[in-house]
């Protein structure tokens, strides 16, 4: 294949890797046939052999030789660079204007500028990575915790593909069976029994299921466990948003009935990133507009993974709230600054204004969401995945109906195509029209 994304494979091509800007370094990458070549007509010295370094002077050869910097040049040899072709890195000082000149020389040389995720998407198609791997690479780049680090890494390590490939197996171990039948059918040959043919669907319903059960929980990390802020009016839901978002967002006023849009912000507790949710005081009386604010605020509750609701100390406590979920449901006192009543244990007493409590509350919040289940390897992570996977276990369960009804073998087989096709979109191993472009459109370059 000699074009893909909208590029041609056989150029070699180059980029600055690290980010523009002055720095102590910046690296520029070059990969494709004529890496080794390009950078030793730039380099005063014999370059380093594969999986070497060295120190030298990167020269231009114009009217006179001109020294445009310092560097280090690190080698790697096909197949084991990044991209899996043979590629050079070049360690320069990190000066814009000397990574400037650099580009414009191995320009001259004989490469073209990389566009963006085009060292990834090359990596991907000589088949470094599966496709998983390659969004993992632009998962990781851009994931803004340690858990969404955590999630990017061990999809780069290949779990997602392991795993899918296991599934794979099991579906085309069946889907051969059901060939053979359809082969033999005259001579009547039953090769593999309804129960076996159940038990190896069961595993792959298994594989799919336990990936898109993961799916939840990493999607959560990716963007944000969302956390609605309820309670009665005035009971401090605005003061104590500002607290843990650390900034004054919210408007606070002695006036019950403050807030009425609802106000949203990121809040980062633990190393897990929560969307907080600020809502209007839950009242029955009030008008037009409060009504509104309360219809918004029940909603954002339901809509939101975790709710705090919060009381105070100088309201009264209030009955239920009807229409807010109770299990995920945190429950605080607020203002105990003012006098500190008896509370059950599922209440956390805290005052926003001398931020007692707050510690306890937020590791409450922390608990809440960090589920017991631990993402495993296999855990995908996009929409797109979950679409694949969601297709595939369609067409498992069809299948899995079709062997306990016995239906003929060329419609469970159908139904096991469709299944590792879809397996297959998400490994990239079938590419959809489009599919490269979408996915390293978001990739920068350099990556
Ligand atoms: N004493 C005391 N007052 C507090 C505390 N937290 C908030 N307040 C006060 O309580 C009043 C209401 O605070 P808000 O944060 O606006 O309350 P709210 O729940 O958002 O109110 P609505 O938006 O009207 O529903 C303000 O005067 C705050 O200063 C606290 O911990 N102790
Ligand atoms: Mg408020």
Redesign the pocket.
């Known amino acids: 294949m000699n074009s893909a994304g909208g590029y041609c494979l056989s150029d070699t091509i180059a980029a600055e890797a690290t980010p523009r800007g002055r720095g102590g370094i910046s690296v520029l990458r070059v990969s494709g046939t004529q890496a080794r070549k390009v950078v030793s007509a730039l380099f005063d010295r014999a370059l380093p052999e594969p999986g070497q370094h060295r120190f030298g002077r990167l020269i231009r050869d114009g009217n006179g030789v001109d020294v445009l910097d310092e560097v280090v040049v690190t080698c790697f040899g096909a197949p084991h660079s990044y991209t899996g072709e043979e590629a050079v890195e070049i360690s320069t000082h990190g000066s814009p204007v000397v990574v400037a000149e650099a580009l414009d020389a191995l320009y001259a040389a004989g490469t073209r500028p990389a566009g963006p995720g085009e060292f990834t998407l090359r990596a991907f198609l000589n088949e470094r990575i599966d496709l998983t791997q390659a969004e993992a690479v632009a998962d990781l780049v851009a994931a803004g915790s340690r858990e969404a680090v955590g999630q990017a890494l061990r999809q780069l390590r290949g779990g997602v593909g392991r795993a899918a490939e296991r599934i794979s197996n099991h579906i085309a171990g069946l889907l051969t069976q059901c060939e053979l039948e359809l082969d033999f059918v005259e001579d009547d040959v039953e090769l593999a029994s309804p129960v076996q043919k159940t038990a190896m669907l069961e595993s792959a319903l298994d594989g799919v299921e336990g990936m898109l059960n993961g799916y939840r929980l990493s999607r959560r990390l990716r963007e944000g466990v969302k956390v609605a802020i309820t309670?009665?009016?005035?009971?401090?839901?605005?003061?104590?948003?500002?607290a843990l978002v650390g900034e004054e967002r919210?408007?606070?006023?002695?006036?019950?009935?403050?807030?009425?849009d609802i106000l949203r912000a990121p809040c980062v507790i633990g190393g897990i990133t929560f969307e907080l949710f600020?809502?209007?005081?839950l009242t029955v009386s009030g008008d037009d507009v409060e009504s509104e604010g309360i219809r918004r605020a029940v909603e954002a509750a339901r809509q939101a993974e975790l709710s705090i609701f919060?009381t105070?100390?100088?309201t009264p406590p209030p009955e239920k709230w009807n229409g807010l979920k109770d299990n995920r449901n945190i429950r605080a006192l607020?203002?105990?600054?003012?006098g500190s009543p008896a509370v059950t244990s599922d209440v956390i007493p805290?005052?926003?204004?001398?931020g007692e409590g707050l510690d306890r509350l937020k590791s409450s919040v922390y608990d809440a969401a960090a589920s017991s289940e631990i993402p495993g390897e296999a855990t995908i992570s996009r929409e797109r995945h979950y679409l694949a996977v969601s297709r595939a276990r369609e067409a498992l369960l069809r299948a899995h109906e079709g062997v306990s009804n016995e239906f003929p073998a060329e419609m469970i087989a159908e139904e096991l195509r469709e299944a590792l096709g879809a397996m297959d979109e998400l490994t990239g191993k079938r590419r959809l029209e489009g599919l490269l472009d979408e996915i390293f459109a978001d990739f920068c370059i350099g990556k």
């Open positions: 309670g009665p009016p005035n009971v401090g839901k605005s003061s104590l948003f500002n919210a408007i606070v006023h002695p006036v019950p009935g403050t807030t009425r600020d809502t209007a005081g919060v105070s100390v100088d607020n203002k105990i600054d003012l805290i005052s926003v204004r001398t």
